[in-house]
């Protein structure tokens, strides 16, 4: 039988990062292209945070920029208007780690929850993603299901840490989160399957009231996002991940370094590219260096490479945007001629807010996708403020070691280089 010893797995993934950085040893600093983003702050009130894709037991999450930002919550930096906090989906990584090693780890995440969780005045509610349950098959007509046998499992594993259980509260578990705007008061709704007639919660939760120049009936939609999939796609995704999720602890531990450690390091395929372009031209200033220094070289070789580079960084743009492109497309056919103005979901890990528009329906629909705590340099969230109106934020660390928190622009596609 296979076994890898808990304690190993930090430590085979550093080796493995040791190579990587053997070869690649400018990887850091190549992939800070945040840099160029306008840096705004806002003052606004938050009334609803929604944060996906945090991957507890996953190599590279953000864990401690995490705790950060529990501590900013329960400390009131976000405002005393923040009455819901939204995990929407894969918050826990059972497909990456073991319902126990997931329990006695994060034991100060769950202290900071439980603390929110027992103020009268604030929610957190879980929608569960597919790193968590399956997804297979007919997952609304199963999810009830599923989602009992999930927490079952934390339940025990929670008290054999002695770990307050009031987070794994049935009636905070859903698939789908929806928010309204009614009788002037902003109402959220718990719903296990899209069919269901009637929310879980009997009564709405009330999280604020509506302000009186607001005139529009807001209605927003909180999804993981595996829903969105094309359904081809997601048949066969979904029995992965369902496999990964009843695999033995020790395969989950080598299939976390494999998967998270080697297979996405984080290293594109321009990365890899410059490294071989400076053996090409005998160890002349990477790419990188000759753009930081704003100085092009005269050598046709690197001049050639040069553009291929360009056109490479170019297509990665457009391949992360035209994913979310196909589940745009998706929540469009299902929900364009619904009451719905906003959805909200994670699951690609990629950052966007796209309008779309129907003038003959007169209507339109914002689709926002919040990112993720995992392999990125800055963790991302959205919040929504009182008047409707929602901002993408990152969550970081600046140079000097302090906690920012700044409005995120979308990346714009970087210039094609063809002369």
Known sequence: MLIINKN?????????????????????????YQ??????????????????DVHLGALKSEIELFKDFLNHI?????GESVKTLIINGDFFDVCMDSYNDLSKDYIDIYKELSILQEREDF??????????IPVTNDYNGEFRSRKKDFLNKFRSSFTKYSINTNILNKDYFCQYVTLNCKNNKWELYLYDSEYQAKPNNDKPIIIGEVPLNIKEDYMYLFAHGYQFEEEKELQICADVWAS????????????????????????????????????????EPTIYDVIKQKKLSKNPTRKLLKKFLSFLKYCEIILEQKRND???????DKYMISKLTHVIFGHTHIKQIADFGNISMRKTLKIINDGSWQ???????????????????EFFKDSSGRISRTV????????????
């Open 244 to 283: 990964a999720i009843e695999m033995p602890d020790p395969i989950k531990e080598l299939g976390n370094v494999l998967w998270n450690g080697i297979i996405h390091c984080g290293i594109k395929i321009s990365n890899v590219m410059d490294k071989i372009i400076d053996k090409i031209v005998d160890k």
């Open 8 to 32: 190993y797995k930090q430590q085979i993934f550093n080796n493995v990062q040791k190579i990587i950085q053997k070869y690649q040893p400018e990887f850091k600093e190549e992939v800070k």
């Open 326 to 332: 196909k589940f745009n497309e998706n929540i469009l």
């Open 375 to 393: 392999k990125v340099l800055r963790p991302s969230y959205v919040e929504i403020y009182p008047d409707g109106e929602t901002n993408i934020m």
């Open 408 to 419: 995120w622009e979308e990346r714009g596609v970087p210039p094609l280089i063809i002369s």
């Open 74 to 78: 329960r400390e009131g930096k976000f």
């Open 123 to 132: 929610s957190v509610i879980f929608i569960l993603g597919n790193h968590e």
């Open 35 to 52: 840099e160029d983003f306008k840096v705004k702050e806002i003052s606004k009130n938050t009334m609803v945070l929604v944060v996906s």
